[in-house]
């Protein structure tokens, strides 16, 4: 027994020590396979096989790592990336609006009572970069690609407005009392959102994803509604739906004609007013040929009220007035009633142009500008058709080319590209609707229709005129600038000069003498005055003079001195056909003291010209720079001095006036640099080369346009700047001559 306890291994020790041994020798083993490192978490399985718990949990960890990746993805993309407290902008207001009457300005002189300007967005779609703009309930209503911006439009005062950063306005909408906007991302036309808004406070009302409007105009980027009611489209465009503007819920669905569709990202597909809307739709025809047609639809119900076939296959251009449609296909102008009866048509390709015609709607008359079949280039026509007779009431010939109407308080507003051909103010005129009888005024606006961009626009209520043009400034993507016009201070002279009286203007011939034109070698010129007309005054004095060089030395691009293609109307001096750009603000340089007397020894040459930031713009505008100057290096072969062309283009009632006008000018030119060595109070070198010069002097603006050689129209706008410093072309003291 003690030797069991105390001398000797027990049975069951024993018995067991060959398994131990086994299961040192094993894992001994699995050590040194391991590289040291003991590994556990294994068991055997029966028959020997182990079993790894390791790899399992791994497998579990992997799928648990991926899924919570995915839900940051999610929880990162629904609320930081699509959040709204980053990407939105939006302003709201509680201070009430006075409602405007329905007036426009009196007759006589325009004054701005403010003004904003709206840069071009180019979003991710092409095409849409318009600006519109619409007039009521006391607010003018600016949209672009930006957003909404809404503001007073009795001040100008901002009143609230919604951007979305990296979305982009598509189309907009208004009925009663609601504002909708419709949004795209950037660069995924398939995340569409649709909101609306309280058109007087901005109060977000409800969005909706995924709708998408019917038939938006690219131009004004206008999609029809009424009676509370949204247009949207689905199935490819074939399908119309009502969405509801006060719940964003559907109310109605009206399949389109079989084989039609909606026109997709054209000019201006649709128009409509509160209770009916009017869409341009592609047809398919017999054997294949398509051709156009014209659905006018109710809003609040969807029903169609009447469908029209049109003459073309291409997108027409459709406009809606109260108790009018016009549509403008291509081959003809058309004019339809409330039930859809055509009761005007004017036949012709360019009818309207590239736009579609300026037209209003007032006492049962329709009021309509276009171009008539046959008839010369650039020939327009003023009509007043009876609705529905169809009867022409009265008719004007040869109208200015109206690039808008507006009608308030019977008296139509017409907006002429220029005051007259040779001036730069552009114009507005009040024709009487009963029988076409106008009165003219400027307005201190300037215009120039070559530019891409926004169309003009006009509108008129509360004793003012809302007028929008396009302008290259800020270069390059342009912007469209909108004036709100009050009635001016009536001056001593004529409505149609803005006030002015017509001998303030200068003689345009007068402005170079003789010393003048000896120092530009210009002193066999012949001088060949021009005159022109605002409205039914006609100026006593010629505000343009062209100078043509003696027999065998005119311009090498015309044996009479003159551009091809250049001439102005009535053989006025060249109009500004180069498109925009502008820079300081009127005002912005300290006018400069009056320049030496520009035909003195000494003064012939300089430093070419200064550009915005001060440096030379190399354009050797003076000669100075070698064979392309006048005067160019020793053993150089002078050059011939061409035609060129001095033109009074505007007199200001004031200072500011005139300041106005020239940056309103400058401002619609691609290129435009200020020049500080012309010595006037402002001066701009408008186009690529330095062969204009545009200037002001006190309350007079000038143009001075001269080709060949460089450098010539900066010299002799030296010399018109002394002369009016020196008291309108009258010789000052110590100048040659005197």
């Known amino acids: 027994m003690g030797e069991d306890l105390h001398g000797s291994t027990p049975s069951f020790c024993r018995e067991d020590a060959p398994h131990k041994a086994r299961w040192m020798s094993s894992r001994k083993a699995r050590y040194a396979e391991g590289g040291g490192a003991v590994v556990g978490g294994s068991r055997q399985r029966s028959g020997g096989r182990p079993e790894s718990v390791g790899g399992v949990r791994v497998a579990l960890g992997v799928i648990s790592g991926v899924v919570a990746i995915a839900l940051v993805a999610v929880l990162v993309d629904r609320f930081v990336l699509g ?35 709206t840069r071009t967005h180019h979003g991710s779609v092409a095409g849409y970069d318009g600006v519109a703009y619409a007039v009521a309930q006391g607010q003018v209503v600016t949209a672009s690609g930006r957003g909404l911006e809404v503001r007073d439009a009795r001040t100008g005062a901002g009143r609230w407005s919604y951007r979305r950063s990296g979305w982009t306005l598509l189309g907009w909408a208004s009925t009663r009392s609601r504002l909708l906007g419709y949004f795209e991302r950037d ?105 156009s047609r014209l659905l006018a639809v109710e809003p609040g119900e969807g029903a169609v009220r009447w469908d029209r076939r049109l003459g073309s296959t291409e997108s027409p251009e459709v406009s809606m007035l109260d108790g009018a449609t ?21 036949e012709g390709d360019g009818v309207c142009g590239d736009t579609m015609c300026p037209a209003v709607l007032k006492s049962g008359r329709l009021l309509i500008v276009y171009h008539p079949d046959g008839a010369k280039s650039g020939e327009t026509r003023m009509e007043a058709v009876g609705v529905p007779s169809g009867k022409v009431e009265w008719q004007r010939e040869d109208v200015p080319a109206y690039a808008a109407l507006a009608q308030a308080g019977g008296q139509v507003f017409a907006l002429r590209p220029r ?34 961009g926004p169309r003009p626009w006009l509108a008129a209520a509360g004793g003012m005129l809302y007028a929008a043009v396009p302008q290259a400034a800020p270069r390059p993507d342009g912007a469209s600038r909108l004036f709100a016009l009050r009635g001016g201070i009536a001056g001593t002279g004529p409505a149609e000069l803005g006030g002015v009286p017509e001998a303030d203007w200068p003689d345009a011939c007068s402005l170079l003498e003789k010393p003048d ?58 109009e500004p056909s180069e498109t925009e750009s502008a820079d300081p603000a009127p005002g912005s340089d300290a006018p400069e003291s009056p320049a030496p007397d520009p035909s003195a020894p000494g003064q012939d040459g300089g430093d070419g010209g200064s550009g915005e930031d001060g440096e030379n713009d190399g354009s050797g505008a003076d000669g100075a720079d070698g064979e392309e100057g006048e005067e160019g290096e020793e053993g150089e072969t002078e050059r011939t001095v061409g035609g060129f062309t001095v033109s009074v283009r505007w007199v200001g009632r004031t200072e500011h006036a005139a300041a106005q006008m020239l940056d309103a000018f400058q401002a619609t030119q691609a290129k435009a640099r200020t020049r500080r060595d012309i010595g006037a109070d402002q001066a701009y070198e408008i186009g690529p080369a330095a062969g204009m010069i545009a200037l002001r002097v006190g309350r007079h603006v000038v143009v001075v346009e001269a080709d060949r050689p460089a450098g010539v129209a900066a010299r002799l706008a030296r010399s018109v700047a002394f002369r009016l410093h020196q008291g309108s072309g009258q010789p000052g003291p110590g100048q040659p001559g005197s």
């Open 517 to 574: 034109l000896i120092a530009a070698r210009a002193e066999g010129h012949a001088a060949e005055p021009s005159g022109t007309s605002a409205g039914s005054v006609r100026l006593p004095n010629p505000v343009s003079c062209r100078y043509k060089p003696p027999a065998g030395e005119g311009d090498r691009d015309d044996p009479d001195g003159t551009k091809p293609g250049r001439q102005g109307p009535e053989g006025a001096s060249p």
């Open 83 to 117: 959040a709204e407290w980053w990407q939105v902008r939006h302003t709201v207001t509680a201070e009430p609006v006075t409602p405007q009457r329905e007036v426009g300005p009196p007759p006589g002189p325009l004054a701005v009572s403010w003004e904003h300007t």
């Open 187 to 291: 660069g995924d036309r398939g995340d569409r959102l649709i909101i609306a808004f309280d058109a007087l406070s901005g109060g977000l009302l409800w969005q909706r994803e995924g709708p998408q409007p019917a038939a938006v105009s690219r131009t004004t980027l206008r999609w029809p509604a009424g009676s509370d009611v949204l247009f949207t489209t689905g199935d490819g465009g074939r399908t119309l739906f009502g969405l509801s503007a006060v719940t964003g819920n559907r109310v109605w669905r009206l399949p389109l004609p079989r084989g039609c569709k909606l026109f997709e990202g054209s000019a201006q597909p649709s128009g409509a007013r509160e209770d009916l809307a009017a869409l341009a739709l592609d047809c398919a025809g017999e054997k294949g040929k398509r051709h």
């Open 419 to 452: 005051l007259s051909g040779r001036l730069l103010p552009a114009g507005v005129d009040i024709v009487e609707p009963g029988g076409g009888d106008t009165t003219t005024a400027p307005a201190p606006i300037s215009m120039n229709l070559d530019l891409p």
């Open 326 to 346: 016009l549509v403008s296909d291509g081959t003809a102008l058309r004019a339809f009633d409330e039930d859809g009866g055509q009761f005007a048509v004017r």
